[in-house]
């Protein structure tokens, strides 16, 4: 695995005397558009900010052309408290993930090394089997699953040791994932991890049979130590699918134990819902130990926490999907533990710099991804890119925060960047589609409806929504738009209108 930290820098030959020509003009384009006078908002913005009941000043917003002019002419078509700071919510990701295309590269992937430390006799490991996480992003159950087969295909059956999890490649301060909102069982408020796997959730998926009167659980991944309810009554009557997960009446709170205690619709036919281990600290443990031993796979020893063997080789490595496909997940789907995993893998991947504190710069671990060494990083590389201006205030990257902060210029200027870089395929390819794909799949707005790649984020006093309009004519245009306030969600309408406005104004 390359950083390729490099890339971010201009240098002297004449295609980066050219970028930095660009750059230079799309920064004269958004200092105008930052020293226009606030615009009037377009009526149907103003009308359905009035229906939430959301002031029009909460509201901070941009839209300019994705291509700069290169004499840095260029108006915005819509400039609205463009240099206010304000929460993103998830449309932070779009700084996360931007940075990680150049630093990176697109086509970055993360391994998972695996050790075999003893010899293999007849089937049995003398010695210790070691996974050492180093962040990937997605080692969810089908990946690890073939992990494990490709430990069996060592001719494996039986570990007359220990299964060590080295989970060092990342140095995280403790996570409680119910401090962000109090649902610890969502899992989008799940950590990050070194060794992340499948999310730190479960999947639990419901089959009904009516000839037994029970729906039958499946759970994935099989968490070792954990009594899992393999059935569950069915509902008697017609009444259809409603509530099916309030039904349930689920109990998730003791860690060795899931349990139903209520019933399932026949109506509702199968489902799945995935909901995030009360345990967070042994979820991958639980996770290695309950497939491997699921697979036929035993363990005499036990499974443990510890580090990769100094001096040993990998016997193979687990290859994750690239970063152009990591960041399609993080970005439609607002991943927010991928983007966490990404965030931190930044530091982690770092080249040594000499620093006042010596190699590593700061006296910081080079090797080991930390949320303090990802925010200077990620802060240096703005800094080189665009300056001190608009410089965004990051806590953990994924916008999963009530900290972070960045100006609708800033997130204008990294998208019109973007657009004309060689990232441009893979970044507008991550973001979801109007009606179409990912988070804005639902979308109610019809005359945007295939039109706009758009990131979109909410939380609970923040809504937004930034990216790329196309339209008919042919113009690309970018769009950030976002509002704090209490109300804030209910304003999301607001944002589609004023999306749809770009679509129409851009044709004119």
Known sequence: MVFNYPRARLSTSPARRLAAGLLLALCGSLAMAQALPSQSLPPEVEAALA???????????????????????????????????????????????????????????????????????????????????????????ERLWLLLRRVQSLGIQTIAGDIVLDRSAFLLAPHNPADFDGEPLRPQNAGPDALLINYKSVVMTFVPNLATGTASVSFDPPLAGVQLQTSVPLATGNNGCGDWRGALKADFLDPNRIAFNGSYAPACGEKSWAVAYIEPASHAERAVLGLWQEMGGKLTGRIREGRAPVGLKPT????????????????????????????????????????????????????VGSQEASRELVGNWWRERFGEQDLPVLDNGSGLSRSERVTPQGLARLLQTAYISGAMPEMMASLPITGIDGTLRRSRSRVSQGWAHLKSGTLRDATALAGYVHTISGRRLVVVAIINHPNAPAARPALEALVDWTVKEGNQ
């Open 51 to 141: 229906r939430a009941r959301v002031p029009r000043d909460t509201l901070a917003a941009l839209v300019v052309d994705a291509a700069p002019d290169p004499g840095g002419k260029g108006a915005p078509l819509l400039s609205y408290r463009a240099d206010a700071s304000v929460n993103p919510a998830s449309v932070m990701k779009l700084v996360t993930t931007y940075a990680g295309l150049e630093l990176l590269g697109p086509s970055f992937t993360w391994s998972t090394p695996v050790y075999v430390d003893g010899t293999i006799k007849d089937g049995v490991l003398q010695g210790n089997l070691v996974i050492q996480g180093k962040g990937d992003p997605k080692l969810v159950l």
């Open 316 to 367: 193979f490595e687990l290859v994750s999907p690239t970063l152009a496909e990591i960041i399609r997940d993080t970005n439609k789907f607002s991943n927010n533990v991928m983007a966490q995993q990404l965030f931190l893998t930044l530091s982690q991947q770092r080249p040594p710099v000499a620093g006042p504190g010596g190699v590593g710069g700061g006296g910081l671990n080079v090797g």
